[in-house]
C-alpha cells in the first residue's frame, strides 16, 4: 500500500473498506470515492447532459428550418439557446473532460487514485443539485433563463425573469464543482507522479489538464463573483451593473469575459492533449516537438488572460484598446499553429491507420483549423463590426467546440473505451459514426458562415426569406448530427455489454502507463508506484 | 513523492488563489472606474472639476446636448437649446428643463455622457445636476443648470462633441420622503 493511503488513515480519512472490488448497489454510486467510479459517473452525466442539450439544439434548428414563427414562441426559443449553451458549456463539455481526468490521469501518472477523493465525490455529486436547478427553471411560471449563456446584465438584471436567481445558485455550484475538480487534477499531477515520471515526462493529456486547472482555479471565482454582483444588484439594492446607480451595463461584460476567455480555453485544451497521445498512436510515431507542445499550451493559456475585450469590440472601446486586443487575440494563433504543425509533423510518413480514434483527432485538426481561422477574421477589429453577433461567430464557435471539443471527446471515448470496459468496441459502427457525424456538423454549421457573413443575426427565432435554403441544409444536418448520437450511445452500451476481449494495449503504437494495467483496468491500479525510467 | 502535509498545503495555497481570484473579479469595478475615469473611456466624465483655464479665443468646438429617459421614466426632460458653440477654456452654462407629470412625488437620477468617448476626458463639469438626486414634487418643474470648460488640450480632430444624459427612475431605491437629505447624497456608488 503507498504512502498516500496510509497517510490519508492518519489524518482521519480512513475508510477505504472496498479494497477488494466496488461495494455492491446503488450506494456504490452515491458513496464511491474511486476515481474510475467517479469519472464513468462524470462521463455519463456530461452525455445526458449531452443529449439533452442537443434536444435544445433540435427545437432550435426545428424553428429555424423555415422562415417565420411556426414551432415555439420568441420567448420560449430564447430560452432554448440560452439553455442549450449553458447546458453544452457547463454541463456537457466541461464534466466530460473532468470524467476523462479523473479515470485517466491517475493511470497515466502512476498513482493509485486521485489526491482527494472525498472532495472527488463531492464535486461530482453537485453537478446534479446544479443542473437540476438550471433545467427546474424551464418549468417554472416566468420561464427559464432567456438572456443568452452570456447573461449580459441588464438582461439578465432589470429585465431577467425571476427564475435568474436559480440560475445564479446553479452557477455558483457548477463553480464550486470545478474549482474542487481542478484542485483534486493539481493536486493529484503534482504530489501522486510515480518516482521517475518528471513533469516533461507527463503525458500531453496530463499536461494540458494541468494548465486547465489552473486557468479553472484562476476564473471559476471571477464567474462566481460576477453572478454574485449580479444577485446584489437583483435582490440587496446594489447598482455594479445599473448606470441609475453609478454601475456600468459594459462592467458585467468586461468581467464576464474576463472569465469567459480562458473559459474557452478550458473547453479546448484536453481535447488538445487527448489529440496529443491519440495521432502518435494511430501514426506510431512518436509526438513530433513535445517541449513545444507544453510551451505552446502555456502560452495559450498565458495569452488567453488578456485578450477578453475581443468579444466586445462594438461596445466601444477606444481605438488603442481595439488595437491592443486585436494584435493580442491574433499572436494566439502563433502557439495554436505550433501545435497544428506538429499535429501534421507527426502523421507525416507515419503508418497511419484510421480506426474511430484516428478518424476523430485528424477530423479534429482539420476542422479545428477552420475554426481558427474563422476566429481570426473575427479579431479584425473593424471586420468585427460586420460579424458582430451574426450567424459568423456561430459557425466560429461550433467550430471549435463541436469539431474541437465534442470530437476531441469522441476520440478519446473510442481510444480508450477498451481500457474501460475489457471490449473492443464495434469498429463499424464507431467509423459510421464518425463520418454521420462529420457530414451532420458540417453540413449544420458550414452555411451558418454564409448567412452569418450576408447579416443573419444570431438568437433571433425567424429570418429574412433569403437565408432559407441555407438555414434548411443547417437544420437537415443538426438533424442528423443529433440523431447520430444515439448510434454513439449504443455502441458504448453494447461494447460494456460485450464484444472482443480487449488486450492490455489494443493499439500498436500507444504509449503510456495506462496501457500497462489490464484491460478492464481493475479497481484498483497502482497500488505499487510504477518505476519510470 | 507525496504525504498529506503536502497535499494539505498544496490545497491550502490553492484555495488561497480560489479566494483571491474571487476578490479580484470584485476588484475589477474599481478599477473599471479608474480607467475609465483616467482615459476617458466609455465617454465616462469624471466628478466636479476644480481647476481654471485660460481661454483660448481661437479654438471654437460645437457642444450638441441630448437628453433621454432610461426604461420606465416619465419625466419631461430635455434641454433648453440643442447645441452651443462655446470657445476651448471658457465656461458655459446650459439648463436642462425636468418636469414630473405624474401624480407622485419622484427621484431621478441623471447619468452623463460623452461622445466622441475620446473628449470625456477633455470635458470638464464644474457644476451639474447630474452629481446630485432629483426630487420633483407631483406637476414641479425645474430648470437645472450644468457647467462645463472644454480643455485647450481636446485632440485638434474633435470639432464637434455630444453631452448626452440619460434620465433614470430611481424612486424606488431613494424614495422622495426625506428628500432635503437625500437631494445631497451621492448616489451609492462613485459618482458619475
Aim: hydrophobic share 50%; with cysteine.
Amino acid at each position: 500500500m503507498s504512502a498516500v493511503i496510509d497517510s490519508h488513515k492518519e489524518h482521519g480519512h480512513a475508510g477505504h473498506d472496498h479494497h477488494h472490488g466496488p461495494a455492491k448497489g446503488l450506494m456504490r454510486w452515491v458513496l464511491t470515492t474511486n476515481h474510475k467510479d467517479i469519472g464513468s459517473m462524470y462521463l455519463w452525466f456530461s452525455f445526458a447532459m449531452f443529449l439533452l442539450g442537443g434536444s435544445m439544439a433540435m427545437v432550435i434548428r426545428a424553428e429555424l428550418f423555415q422562415p417565420g414563427l411556426q414551432i415555439v414562441e420568441p420567448a420560449f426559443f430564447n430560452q432554448m439557446t440560452t439553455m442549450h449553451g449553458l447546458i453544452m458549456v457547463f454541463g456537457a463539455v466541461m464534466p466530460a473532460f473532468v470524467g476523462l481526468a479523473n479515470w485517466m490521469i491517475p493511470l497515466m501518472v502512476g498513482a493509485p487514485d486521485m489526491a482527494l477523493p472525498r472532495m472527488n465525490n463531492f464535486s461530482f455529486w453537485l453537478l446534479p443539485a446544479a443542473f437540476g436547478l438550471l433545467v427546474s427553471t424551464l418549468f417554472t411560471e416566468g420561464g427559464g433563463p432567456n438572456f443568452g449563456w452570456t447573461f449580459y446584465a441588464p438582461l439578465s438584471t432589470t429585465y431577467a425573469p425571476e427564475s435568474v436567481t436559480f440560475f445564479i445558485f446553479a452557477i455558483h455550484l457548477m463553480g464550486i464543482s470545478s474549482i474542487m475538480g481542478a484542485i483534486n487534477v493539481i493536486a493529484t499531477i503534482l504530489n501522486l507522479r510515480a518516482p521517475g515520471m518528471t513533469l516533461m515526462k507527463m503525458p500531453l493529456f496530463v499536461w494540458t489538464w494541468l494548465i486547465t486547472a489552473f486557468l479553472l482555479i484562476a476564473v471559476m471565482p471571477v464567474l462566481a463573483g460576477v453572478v454574485t454582483m449580479m444577485l446584489m444588484d437583483i435582490h440587496f439594492g446594489t447598482s455594479f451593473f445599473s448606470a441609475a446607480g453609478g454601475g456600468d451595463p459594459v462592467l458585467f461584460q468586461h468581467v464576464f469575459w474576463f472569465f469567459g476567455h480562458p473559459e474557452v480555453y478550458i473547453m479546448i485544451l484536453p481535447a488538445f492533449g487527448a489529440v496529443s497521445s491519440i495521432i502518435p498512436a494511430f501514426a506510431r510515431k512518436p509526438l513530433f516537438g513535445y517541449t513545444s507542445m507544453v510551451y505552446a499550451t502555456a502560452s495559450i493559456a498565458f495569452l488567453s488572460f488578456i485578450v477578453w475585450a475581443h468579444h466586445m469590440f462594438t461596445v466601444g472601446i477606444p481605438l488603442t484598446g481595439e488595437l491592443f486586443f486585436m494584435y493580442a487575440t491574433m499572436l494566439i494563433a502563433v502557439p495554436t499553429g505550433v501545435k497544428v504543425f506538429n499535429w501534421a509533423s507527426t502523421m507525416w510518413q507515419g503508418s497511419m491507420t484510421f480506426e474511430a480514434p484516428m478518424l476523430f483527432s485528424v477530423a479534429f485538426v482539420i476542422l479545428f483549423t477552420i475554426g481558427g481561422f474563422s476566429g481570426l477574421m473575427l479579431a479584425i477589429a473593424p471586420a468585427d463590426f460586420q460579424y458582430h453577433d451574426t450567424y459568423f461567430v456561430v459557425a466560429h464557435f461550433h467550430y471549435v467546440l463541436v469539431p474541437g471539443a465534442i470530437f476531441g471527446i469522441f476520440a478519446s471515448a473510442y481510444y480508450w473505451l477498451p481500457k474501460w470496459t475489457g471490449h473492443m468496441y464495434d469498429e463499424t459502427l464507431a467509423k459510421l459514426h464518425f463520418w454521420m457525424s462529420f457530414i451532420g456538423m458540417n453540413l449544420a454549421f458550414f452555411p451558418m458562415h454564409f448567412v452569418g457573413l450576408a447579416g443573419m443575426p444570431r438568437r433571433i427565432p425567424d429570418y429574412n426569406l433569403q437565408f432559407a435554403d441555407f438555414n434548411m441544409i443547417s437544420s437537415v444536418g443538426a438533424f442528423t448530427f443529433g440523431a447520430t448520437q444515439f448510434l454513439f450511445l449504443f455502441i458504448v452500451i453494447k461494447c460494456i455489454r460485450g464484444g472482443k476481449p480487449a488486450p492490455a494495449k489494443p493499439w500498436d503504437g500507444a504509449e503510456g502507463l495506462e496501457w500497462t494495467v489490464p484491460s478492464p483496468a481493475p479497481y484498483h491500479t497502482f497500488s505499487t508506484p510504477p518505476e519510470v525510467k | 513523492m507525496s504525504d498529506a502535509l503536502d497535499n494539505r498545503r498544496l490545497v491550502l495555497r490553492l484555495l488561497a488563489v480560489v479566494a483571491g481570484m474571487f476578490a479580484f473579479g470584485f476588484a475589477l469595478v474599481p478599477i473599471y472606474d479608474v480607467m475609465c475615469q483616467a482615459f476617458g473611456i466609455n465617454g465616462k466624465t469624471a466628478g466636479a472639476y476644480q481647476g481654471e483655464q485660460v481661454v483660448d479665443e481661437a479654438r471654437q468646438v460645437r457642444v450638441q446636448f441630448l437628453a433621454t429617459n432610461a426604461a420606465g421614466m416619465s419625466w419631461e426632460f430635455g434641454p433648453a437649446a440643442d447645441e452651443l458653440t462655446v470657445v476651448a477654456g471658457a465656461s458655459n452654462e446650459m439648463l436642462f428643463v425636468a418636469h414630473n407629470p405624474t401624480d407622485k412625488p419622484m427621484t431621478a437620477q441623471a447619468i452623463p455622457s460623452v461622445a466622441p468617448s475620446k473628449a470625456a476626458a477633455f470635458f470638464h463639469k464644474t457644476e451639474c445636476f447630474c452629481f446630485t438626486q432629483q426630487v420633483l414634487q407631483p406637476g414641479e418643474r425645474i430648470e437645472m443648470p450644468v457647467r462645463f470648460i472644454v480643455d485647450r488640450d481636446l485632440p485638434k480632430d474633435v470639432k464637434h462633441l455630444t453631452l448626452a444624459y440619460t434620465l433614470f427612475d430611481i424612486t424606488a431605491r431613494q424614495p422622495p420622503v426625506a428628500q432635503a437629505t437625500l437631494a445631497q447624497t451621492a448616489p451609492s456608488r462613485a459618482a458619475p
